[in-house]
Every structure is written in C-alpha cells, then in structure tokens.
C-alpha cells in the first residue's frame, strides 16, 4: 500500500515545482489541506510583488482594537502560562523592561542582545495598518517599529539565510520566509497608537506582518533565529493544524 | 429551473433507432461535457466552501460595514447562531491617547474555533471553484450558452408573459420538456447566480485577503464590507440552491440527473 501521507506530499510538492521550483519550499506539507496552502503561497508569491506596501490607513481611522490569546505571559493564573518563560517575563516586567535584550542569532556574522533603547536608536517605522484575525474581525491601529531588514543588515544576516524564527515569552515558536522578512512593513513593533506597547498587545516588542493574517504576528517576542533550515514546528503543540502561510 | 430538451426527430439517430416504436421520443442534444463537469466540480466545491465557511462564520457571527468590526465595535447584525453568539468575555478596558473614541479590552477566554482546517478546506474548496467557474464562464460565453440559451428575447420580457411564468411557477405547475429552452425565471436565476452571485463571491473573497489587499487596495469595498457581501452571497446562495434542487425533483430527478452526468 502506498502511505497516503507521503503520496499526498509528493503531489503537494509536484504543485509547488509546477510554480516556482522546487529549492524555496517549506517542507511541512503532508495533507491535502496543506496542499491547498502550499498553491496559495506559491501563487501569491508569483502575483504579489515582493515589495508592495499592505494598505495604509490614517489616524482618523483607527479603530478599537481587542487584545486575544494571550495577553499577559507573567501571570501563573492563567492556562497559557509557561512555567519556564513566565517567570522571566514577570522579572522584566517589573523591572520596566530595562535589562530586557532581544537576541538575535543563528546565520548571522554578529549575533547581538538589544535593549529596548538600542532598538528605539535604529531607524523607525510607523505605520497605520489593519490587523486581519481568523476569526473574522479586524481592527486598525498605528504600530512605530525597527523593521526587521534594519536587524538583518546590523547582524549580518547569511545571503543564504530562508527563514526568520521567531520565539515567545507564551513560548510559541514561528518562522517567516526572507520576502517577508525583507518586506519594507515588517517590523519588530514596541510602540501603538502612540504609547509603549502595552503588555496585553505583546510588550515589550512583538512582530507585525502585515501580509498575513493576525496569529502570524507574534506578540511577547524575545529571541530571533536566522535560519537556513525548515523546522516543522507546526506539528507540535497549540499550533498544530494552522497553515503556516496565511495571506489568505 | 428545466434543463433544455430538444425533441427533433430528423436530427436524432434515437430518432431514427427507434422509427419503428409507437413512442419515437428522441433527445437531439446531448448536454456537453463541459458543462456536466464544471457543473459537478461546482457543486462539490460550493458544498465544501459553505460547510467550511459556516464553520468560519460561526467563530466570529457578527457583521459589520467598513474597514473595522471586531467585539469591542457595535455589529451591523450578530446572528444567533453557534456557540459563539453573545460571546463577549472582555475585560481592563482602555481608550487610546491618540482616538479616545477607540478603546481596548482583553480577552479573558477563548471562544469557539475549528478555523485551522475550516480555512485550509475553505480555500481549498476555493481553487477547485475559482478554475470550476473560469472553465464555465469562459467556455460559456466564448461557445455563446449563456446568450443563446439564457438571455431572454424580447418576446419574453413582456409583463404577461412575466406574469405567466410567476403564475405557473406558484401552481407548481412546470413540466419538464416542455420545449427547448428555459424558463424565464430559471434564465434570470440563472444569469444572476452566474453572473453577480458567484463572481461576487469570488471578489470578496479576494478583498478579505491580507496579501492580495496590496494589490487591489483601489477597488477595496473595506474588509468587513467585502466579509458581509460575502456571506449575503452566501444566503443568497443557499436560496438558489434549495429552488434549483426543489425544481430537479419536481420536473423527475432521475431524468435530470442523467442528463446532468451522462448528458443524454
């Protein structure tokens, strides 16, 4: 008998090579659904130029916005709580975020820690966006950020780097491909609608990625991984089942 | 809503098969294949995209106008459908700085949500419609089908005629075969399901995507605007469907469907 599973990730990567060839694939598919979202990220990436802005919106226009999943990592009372990470969380919570560094490593010539300040010094972006959510709703607030191309051009990130990881303090893990890394809209935010993040959006610096769907932003980031490899996280955990891409 | 049936002995070789028999009924025309097969790639498609799409529906019910709609924003209308209606968990609200009439709140549990595999079947189901109904339409209007057999001549158009055929359609009293082309409510079902309904549904849909926003951002309706479109096609969908099924029994199921698989 010949494994469905891997009959059907033979088609999915048949669908892919038929667009794109067969070098730049994330190789996580193994059901039909997967298929599915495997033509559309191809197709989108065919379609879609690499560097066209997400629509931008004016002050006027934002909106109010709800704080979901989880939107305090430091609070042993609640279900998403992750007993390693919490309690450094609520550590630097406490102390206002200021021996926070982000870490950035992996395929990169200069790994760096980065305070909060350090990332307030490099360039900034603001943007006035519209957060998509699954579920059907959507809000529309103003994110100020380093883009993530300014840390990959400070790091030195590999010319033959695929992937950007991503990891939480709700101890989530994610990676996005290198269009969407070098996207001009893709930033490490730490300020909305003109304050500090608050802690229920993601303080001190979560991710915006304005070409995806909402649960693609990761909030509460603490570590970067310059990547050359997949890691099929996906099946594993909470996640399980959620299309890795979700610009549809 | 009648399929065609041509009853033209001189070009039929049934015709001549069977010249022998009392009853010489012939079908002249043969329904194409091409419209048998995106006919039924349509039909498991719309199937698979409205069981997916309700479960979709039903983790956010609500609808709103515009670009913004979410719990913490007044819907147009929220369907009393599912577990997730009246859903309103929210607490530490905020207003921001920068638009005091925009406010925050947190989410303090976690509501009803199968969207991981409803969105990939979702679109999924999309693929198969969106190529389903290009062949269609682009075969159907190259071929012209749909002006030949679907837009209504002048003679039809008139208020008696109109009237006629509301009437016959109330009394229930429509026959199949009864000539070689369609009804005039079935042709304007037929033309606005084919023309407006789907199409629009398609566009939408489109207009809900993150990354093609980029592309078609000048003729963006506003996302929550292209989402209750998008379910209003839906309604209107599902009204189309039970009428079109209704009509199939009345005028012989078995005879309908034979036609629509094997063509004859």
């Not at chain 1, 699954?134 to 103003?142: D, F, N, T, V, Y």
């Not at chain 2, 209308?77 to 599912?82: A, D, K, M, N, R």
């Not at chain 2, 809900?208 to 963006?220: E, F, G, Q, T």
Request: overall charge positive; some cysteine.
């Amino acid at each position: 008998m010949i494994p469905r599973r891997s009959f059907l990730a033979g088609l999915a990567s048949v669908g892919a090579m038929s667009l794109t060839g067969c070098d730049a694939q994330p190789p996580t598919y193994g059901s039909l659904l997967r298929t599915a979202d495997l033509l559309t990220y191809n197709a989108q990436r065919l379609l879609i130029p690499r560097t066209l802005l997400a629509p931008e919106f004016d002050v006027a226009d934002i909106s109010s916005f709800p704080a979901i999943g989880t939107t305090d990592p430091g609070n042993p009372h609640r279900s998403d709580y992750n007993a390693e990470q919490g309690p450094i969380f609520d550590r630097h919570r406490r102390a206002g975020f200021a021996d926070w560094r982000l870490r950035i490593e992996g395929a990169v010539a200069r790994p760096a820690d980065l305070s909060l300040d350090a990332l307030r010094r490099l360039p900034r972006r603001t943007q006035i966006t519209r957060h998509i959510c699954e579920e059907g709703w959507s809000a529309i607030g103003q994110w100020s950020g380093v883009p993530l191309h300014e840390l990959l051009k400070l790091t030195g990130a590999s010319p033959t780097a695929r992937y950007v990881y991503f990891y939480s303090y709700d101890n989530l893990v994610d990676c996005i491909d290198m269009v969407d890394a070098f996207h001009p809209q893709t930033i490490l935010s730490y300020g909305f609608n003109g304050s500090d993040l608050p802690i229920a959006h993601g303080a001190p610096v979560r991710l915006r990625l304005e070409r995806q769907v909402g649960y693609r932003s990761m909030k509460f980031v603490r570590k970067v991984v310059v990547t050359e490899q997949f890691d099929d996280f996906r099946r594993k955990g909470w996640v399980r089942g959620w299309s890795w891409y979700a610009g549809i | 809503m009648l399929p065609d049936e041509k009853r033209d002995l001189s070009k039929s070789h049934a015709g001549k098969m069977m010249a022998g028999s009392m009853e010489a009924v012939a079908i002249a025309e043969r329904r194409p294949a091409w419209i048998r097969w995106t006919h039924w790639l349509i039909v498991g498609s719309v199937i698979t995209a409205m069981i997916s799409g309700i479960t979709i529906f039903v983790a956010h019910p609500r609808l709103y106008w515009g670009q913004a709609g979410n719990g913490l924003i007044e819907p147009w209308v929220e369907l009393p459908i599912g577990p997730n209606y009246g859903f309103s968990p929210w607490e530490d609200h905020r207003a921001f700085a920068i638009r005091p009439d925009a406010i925050t709140a947190s989410r303090t549990a976690e509501p009803f949500n199968q969207n991981a595999w409803a969105r990939s079947l979702h679109f999924l189901a999309a693929w198969v419609f969106v190529l389903a109904l290009l062949a269609y339409l682009g075969t159907a209007l190259f071929t012209r089908h749909i002006a030949r057999k679907m837009v209504p001549s002048r003679a039809e158009l008139r208020w008696a005629a109109i009237r006629a055929d509301i009437v016959d359609h109330l009394r229930l009293r429509v026959v199949a075969g009864h000539g070689a082309s369609y009804g005039l409510l079935q042709k304007a079902s037929y033309l606005v399901i084919l023309l407006v309904v789907l199409p629009l549904m398609v566009l939408t849909g489109f207009n809900m995507s993150p990354a093609l926003a980029a592309l078609i951002h000048p003729i963006d309706l506003g996302l929550q605007t292209a989402r209750t479109i998008h379910f209003l096609c839906f309604a209107v969908l599902i009204l189309f469907v039970i009428v079109h099924v209704a009509m199939v029994v009345l005028t012989g199921f078995r005879r309908q469907m034979r036609s629509m698989i094997t063509g004859r």
